[in-house]
C-alpha cells in the first residue's frame, strides 16, 4: 500500500524525471518473463542523485517509525535494496544485512550476508515490487534464519494483484512510497504521456501477460 499521496507524486515526479522509470507506449519493453510492457523501471539510477536518495530515506525512516516502531535490523534484497536499506540503517543507527538473489556457490554457501539472529525483529527494503516472488523469497529466507520479519518497505510497486496475495499469504505488510496509479497521474501532469495513452496503460495494469492485445 502508498502511504501518502504527496509523497507518491513526489517520487514518481523524480523517477520519471531522472528516467530511473521510463515509458513508451509505442516500443515496448520486454521483461524477462515475456511480457511486453510499457514501462520499464531500474531505481538503482535514484543512487547517484543525492537529493532523491536523501528524500527516498527520509520516506522510508518515517514509515519505519509511524507504522512498526522499534526494529533491531534493517535488511536489503539484492541488489536495488542493499544501498536503501544501507542507508536506512544508518539514519536508524541499525545493524544490516541483505538477502542474496540465491545461495553463493561456494565457501559458506550462504545465502544471507551479515549477522540475522534468532528473535530480531526486521524490515526488509526493497527497490521495485513487481510480482513479488523476489521480495516473498528474501522474506522466507530471513523467516528461516529465524527473524520476525514486520514489513517489507518499496520504492515503487506496479501494485498487480499477485503480489498482493503473495504478501497477504507471508503476513508481511508491504508498503510502497509510490505506484502504478500515481506513476500514471504524474506521467501525464508533466507531459510524459497524452491522455491518448492513458487507456493503453491502464489496460496494462489489468493484464500485462495480454497487452497490448487486450
Not at 544501498?83 to 544485512?97: I, T
Not at 522474506?139 to 518497505?153: E, F, I, S, T
Request: hydrophobic share 45%; proline share 3%.
Amino acid at each position: 500500500m502508498v502511504v501518502q499521496e504527496e509523497t507518491a507524486l513526489k517520487v514518481a515526479q523524480s523517477l520519471l524525471k531522472i528516467k530511473a522509470i521510463k515509458l513508451s507506449l509505442k516500443s515496448p519493453f520486454t521483461w524477462a518473463s515475456g511480457w511486453k510492457s510499457p514501462i520499464y523501471c531500474d531505481n538503482r539510477i535514484t543512487l547517484s542523485y543525492p537529493s532523491i536518495r536523501t528524500y527516498i530515506r527520509q520516506q522510508f525512516v518515517k514509515i519505519i517509525n509511524d507504522e512498526f516502531g522499534d526494529i533491531d535490523l534493517i535488511a536489503g534484497v539484492a541488489t536495488g535494496g542493499i544501498a536503501h536499506g544501507a542507508l536506512v540503517a544508518q539514519d536508524l543507527g541499525l545493524p544490516f544485512a541483505y538477502i542474496r538473489s540465491s545461495a553463493k556457490d561456494h565457501g559458506l554457501a550462504k545465502n544471507i550476508e551479515g549477522v540475522v539472529e534468532s528473535g530480531q525483529s526486521v524490515i526488509v527494503i526493497e527497490d521495485l515490487i513487481s510480482t513479488g516472488e523476489s521480495s516473498i523469497k528474501a522474506v522466507k529466507a530471513l523467516k528461516d534464519a529465524g527473524a520476525n520479519v514486520k514489513g517489507l518497505l518499496a520504492i515503487f510497486t506496479y501494485g498487480f494483484d499477485v503480489a498482493e496475495e503473495k504478501f497477504k499469504d507471508a503476513a508481511c505488510p508491504a508498503y510502497a512510497l509510490s505506484d502504478y496509479k500515481f506513476l500514471i497521474q504524474q506521467a501525464l501532469a508533466d507531459n510524459f504521456v497524452t491522455e491518448n495513452d492513458i487507456e493503453s496503460l491502464k489496460n496494462w495494469r489489468k493484464n500485462p501477460s495480454g497487452w497490448p492485445n487486450n
